[in-house]
Each structure stands twice: as structure tokens, then as C-alpha cells.
């Protein structure tokens, strides 16, 4: 039975009742050898992201709204700040407060959308890109030549494999 804290609500279960529990959601599950080398790689873009973020000098919120403007205008789908504020996960304020830091230090532009007027588009300067890629450029080198030893074949099922893990995380999105 769980214990009360001091304030009435339940504590966690001591270590002695998690043993008893066969399905903890705690516990990572083991996947296989492919699954854990993925995870690997998920873990190691989050501390490479933080790691930029140092390198630029910015907070790693700015660094991704970098990224989400850059992307979605690669993709012909430039974003506003409504829209990056929902990539974000944080409020509509603070995504327009990142915003404006950008714009002031002239990472971002902000424009007019051009069929709404009311709108606002968001693109990264020139200067802005260069600033991030210049960090980030020998990161991307390096990923790019890790499939330098990969056939052909080898290439197509490890870009299946990532295709399908992709699809898996935009149906985990959507639900």
C-alpha cells in the first residue's frame, strides 16, 4: 500500500513493493540490438542540440526555434510564431518573447504572410544561418560520412528502417 507524504499525497511504493510489480513502467525496455542503437542515436542528438546551444551562445529553445523555421521553410511551409510555439510546447508569449530575440539579434526576419496580411511568417537571416551552420556544419560532415562504408543495400534498409520509424513517430503524434 502506498505511504502518505506530510502533505496527503500518496508517496511512491517503496523499492520492495517495485519488485514485486513484473510490468514497472519505469524499467526501459531491452528492444533489440537495432532498437537500442536508435535509441543511442535519440539520446546523443539531444546532447549534441544542448552542446549547440553552448557552442552559439543561445538557450536551447532558440536553437530549435531556429531549426523549426528552417525546416519548415526547406519544406515550402514557412511557420509564424503561433505555429512554432505549438512545435515549441510553450505558450504563445514565450514563443513570441524567442522571437523577438531572434529578430533583435538578427538570427530571424519576420515578415507579412502573403495571403493572410494578419499573419506573420518567420525566416532565418543570412546571417543567422551561417552563424548555426558553422557550428553545426561539422556535425553533419560527420553524419553524413558514417554511411561511407554502407552498400548500396545496406543504405536502402537502414533508410527503410528510418522511414518507418518516422512514420512511427508521426502516428504517435497524430493520436
Keep these: 500500500m502506498a505511504q502518505q507524504h506530510r502533505s496527503g499525497a500518496a508517496a511512491p511504493p517503496d523499492s520492495a513493493d517495485r519488485r514485486n510489480q513484473p510490468d514497472r513502467p519505469d524499467r526501459t525496455p531491452s528492444g533489440d540490438p537495432l532498437s537500442g542503437a536508435l535509441r543511442d542515436v535519440l539520446t546523443l542528438t539531444h546532447l549534441a542540440r544542448a552542446a549547440l546551444a553552448e557552442r552559439l551562445g543561445m538557450p536551447l529553445t532558440n536553437v530549435e526555434a531556429v531549426e523549426h523555421v528552417i525546416i519548415a521553410r526547406s519544406a515550402g511551409d514557412p511557420i509564424g510564431p503561433v505555429e512554432l510555439s505549438r512545435r515549441l510546447g510553450v505558450t504563445s508569449a514565450a514563443a513570441t518573447?524567442?522571437?523577438?530575440?531572434?529578430?533583435?539579434?538578427?538570427?530571424?526576419?519576420?515578415?507579412?504572410?502573403?495571403?493572410?496580411?494578419?499573419?506573420?511568417?518567420?525566416?532565418?537571416?543570412?546571417?543567422?544561418?551561417?552563424?548555426?551552420?558553422?557550428?553545426?556544419?561539422?556535425?553533419?560532415?560527420?553524419?553524413?560520412?558514417?554511411?561511407?562504408?554502407?552498400?548500396?543495400?545496406?543504405?536502402?534498409?537502414?533508410?527503410?528502417?528510418?522511414?518507418?520509424?518516422?512514420?512511427?513517430?508521426?502516428?504517435?503524434?497524430a493520436d
Design 97 to 173: 518573447q524567442s522571437v523577438n530575440r531572434l529578430v533583435g539579434e538578427g538570427h530571424l526576419s519576420r515578415e507579412a504572410h502573403p495571403s493572410d496580411r494578419r499573419r506573420q511568417v518567420l525566416d532565418v537571416t543570412d546571417g543567422g544561418f551561417q552563424h548555426v551552420m558553422g557550428e553545426l556544419a561539422p556535425l553533419l560532415d560527420l553524419i553524413h560520412h558514417a554511411a561511407d562504408g554502407l552498400t548500396p543495400a545496406e543504405r536502402a534498409a537502414a533508410q527503410r528502417y528510418l522511414e518507418q520509424v518516422s512514420r512511427a513517430c508521426r502516428d504517435y503524434l
